[in-house]
């Protein structure tokens, strides 16, 4: 069974959605794990003690100072459990997490929970909106917790709108996929690049492109859950529990780069970065003047990626080289060439004219490119599920 030897715990506070847990207990005993459930006091009123302990076939926590043993509650439950899942988790009890606040056991477990974490809300949709309160998620998710968001619908209150519990396959499936997620990274670096570089005109223009960093971001997290010592070097302003370094030319992106390859293990440069950038920047803000035309003069960016590929071959270092290839036309004859060209151990082609897939898009589809030939097609799936197979494939 998939869950042989995991131990869960589940914590559950005060909502509605509190008895639809009894489900997902069920479901986690069937396949095989040991079931731990803290409540908060609140949730007592959705649900009961003795149901919760019948279908878990274990005690239920509550009472912080109801101590048996002579290591606390909230360390042993803590030590003990493989993962931690709050479903469903009111607004309450995410702000406290957030705050590091611990004033009942299953706040205190959580503020002592050192492994993987999954919080799945369920609230009013007003409350869901309160930028409060996506402020104290946001908290959460640059820590590495993973926030499985509600669903839109009609809501127990009487209103119609996003603060419905996810559905518990989903809450299943996150929570094997992180028990299932090997540590293959563990002791290695992996260094990646993302978004689109912005070079500058003058101190208010610039040249850039469409690309989100949203691809970048999620093999960054992938590789983090893989064990990995992760540094992201982006142009965007994301939050993570790794160490971010914000660039922002593709001159600012090669220097940070020169700086972490030497030690890296794997380097995967999901960024666009600008081809060009212009050859007199303007420290003016550039006036219009009577021409109807103007032309701006530009000068080659480095090829950072072909440059790391030769000074991979001139240190003879063991560090694997993935390339991203966005085409929008000919993506495999386009990519083999630049496979070639690079020398790259692997290039992932994308094709950036699908509007379903790409730049700004949740979803991707790709065909990863070895340096020996060989092709791999990943089918339309989340730029999750896309960012954890090119982590497999590349280190099959
Ligand atoms: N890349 C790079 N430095 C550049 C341009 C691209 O390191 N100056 C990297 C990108 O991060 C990506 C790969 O090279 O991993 C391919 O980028 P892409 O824009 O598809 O290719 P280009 O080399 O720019 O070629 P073209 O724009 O002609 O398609």
Redesign the pocket.
């Known amino acids: 069974m998939e869950l042989n030897n995991k131990t869960i715990l589940i914590g559950i506070t005060g909502g509605i959605a509190a008895y639809k847990i009894c489900e997902l207990i069920r479901k986690f005993k069937k396949n095989g794990a040991n079931v731990r459930i803290v409540c908060t006091p609140n949730s007592l009123n959705f649900v009961t003690k003795l149901t919760l302990q019948n279908l878990s076939q274990n005690e239920v926590y509550i009472e912080e100072f109801d101590v048996k043993n002579w290591k606390p509650e909230h360390i042993s439950l803590a030590d003990e459990a493989d993962i931690m899942v709050i479903a469903p988790a009111t607004a309450n009890t995410i702000s406290k997490i957030s705050q590091g606040i611990a004033d009942n056991l299953l706040t205190s477990i959580a503020c002592a929970f050192s492994k993987k974490m999954i919080i799945a809300p369920a609230m009013n949709c007003n409350m869901w909106n309160n930028p409060i309160i996506q402020e104290n998620l946001s908290k959460l998710k640059a820590r590495g917790i993973e926030i499985l968001e509600p669903e839109s619908g009609f809501l127990a209150c009487g209103y119609l709108g996003k603060g419905r519990l996810c559905s518990l396959d989903k809450i299943f499936n996150a929570t094997v996929e992180c028990l299932n997620s090997s540590q293959k990274l563990k002791g290695k670096k992996v260094v990646i ?1 993302s978004g689109g570089t912005i070079e500058d005109i003058d101190p208010v223009r610039y040249i850039s492109n469409y690309s989100s960093g949203k691809m970048g971001k999620a093999i960054a997290d992938s590789a983090r859950d893989m064990g990995a010592e992760v540094v992201l070097i982006t142009t965007k302003d994301f939050e993570a529990p790794y160490k971010i370094t914000k660039v922002k030319s ?1 001159i600012d992106m090669q220097n940070a780069l020169n700086d972490e390859f030497e030690s890296t293990d794997i380097l995967i ?7 060009y950038r212009v050859k007199n920047y303007s420290v003016q803000k550039m006036k219009k003047g009577s021409e109807d035309n103007i032309t701006l003069e530009l000068v080659k ?6 440059g790391l590929c030769e000074r991979k071959a001139k240190d003879s270092s063991s560090c694997i080289i993935v ?5 929008s036309e000919n993506l495999l004859d ?1 990519a083999k060439t ?1 496979i070639a060209k ?1 020398g790259c151990d692997f ?1 992932v082609a994308n094709d950036i004219s699908r509007k379903d897939i790409g730049f700004s898009s949740d979803d991707n589809e790709v065909t990863i490119l070895d340096k020996n030939g060989g092709m791999n097609k990943i089918e339309k799936a989340s730029k999750k599920v896309i960012a954890r197979k090119i982590l497999e494939f590349i280190t099959k």
Do not use: S
């Not at 999901?270 to 081809?275: E, G």
């Not at 390339?323 to 085409?327: K, L, M, Q």
């Open positions: 690049t593709a440069m999901a960024a666009a970065v600008a081809d960016n480095p090829d950072i990626l072909q390339g991203f290839c966005a085409e386009n630049k690079k290039l």
